[in-house]
């Protein structure tokens, strides 16, 4: 099967300015997550859906970053203006939740963002 | 929430040896904890997962264990190779049980041929 799929890859842009990243899960999977990588840290949650409703979004900085996942599909993560301390890799994931069970996530290949 | 550790931060093994990553976690309701491989310039990639009702779980030269008394968990991975190199995650969920992972720092583990 397709993994999941993020667009840009790479993107550079000078602060203050607006970007936004691209996922599309897996298909047939319910839950989606948005991710923000430092250098050599782990991953760190920012939003977690099932299907199209946000579950988790306590540690989304909601005054600058926004995400929706319209039709419980893709979903954009955006940021508005952006900081240099935003200079990252944004990872999305995706899984199959039934019930209870805590779902497996898969990763995308991640967007590089450099903000200068 | 969830506190996860991980250590060492950096493993250097000859290729054939053992390399052993081992995390402890603070949330005892969690109950699932996965593994992944992160290559560089890729996402983390799951390699192995073991749930709470389990003690050990095996796949070929990879083995996770469990011990939930002592709330740790560890990757052993056996025969290392060159193409074993990576930085490796352990994550733990939180808020009881809720799926809020938390992962850990990452261990780099370099297989020297």
């Known amino acids: 099967e397709a993994g999941v799929v993020q667009s840009p890859r790479y993107k550079i842009i000078e602060k203050k300015q607006p970007v936004a990243f691209w996922c599309n899960p897996i298909?047939?999977?319910?839950?989606l997550y948005w991710y923000r990588q430092n250098l050599g840290q782990g991953p760190e949650l920012l939003i977690r859906?099932?299907?199209?409703?946000?579950?988790?979004d306590s540690q989304l900085p909601k005054d600058r970053f926004s995400a929706e996942r319209l039709k419980g599909v893709d979903s954009t993560l955006k940021i508005q203006p952006a900081e240099l301390g935003d200079s990252a890799v944004y990872l999305c994931?995706?899984?199959?939740?039934?019930?209870?069970?805590?779902?497996?996530?898969?990763f995308g290949p991640g967007t590089r963002l450099t903000v200068l | 929430g969830e506190n996860v550790e991980q250590h060492p931060s950096t493993l250097s093994v000859q290729e054939g040896d053992s390399a052993v990553i081992k995390c402890t976690y603070s949330d005892s309701a969690s109950n699932y904890f996965p593994w992944y491989k992160q290559e560089l310039g890729k996402g983390p990639q799951l390699i192995i997962d073991?749930?709470?009702?389990?003690g050990e779980k095996k796949d070929q030269r990879i083995a996770v264990t469990l011990n939930k008394t002592a709330k740790h968990f560890s990757l052993h991975i056996t025969e290392t190779q060159p193409e074993d190199s990576a930085v490796y995650f352990c994550a733990a969920p939180g808020r009881g049980g809720s799926y809020i992972p938390t992962f850990g720092r990452g261990t780099s583990l370099i297989v020297h041929p």
């Open positions: 298909s047939g999977h319910n839950t």
């Open positions: 994931a995706s899984g199959r939740k039934r019930g209870t069970l805590t779902d497996t996530q898969y």
């Open positions: 073991i749930r709470s009702n389990v």
């Open positions: 859906y099932e299907n199209e409703e946000a579950v988790d």
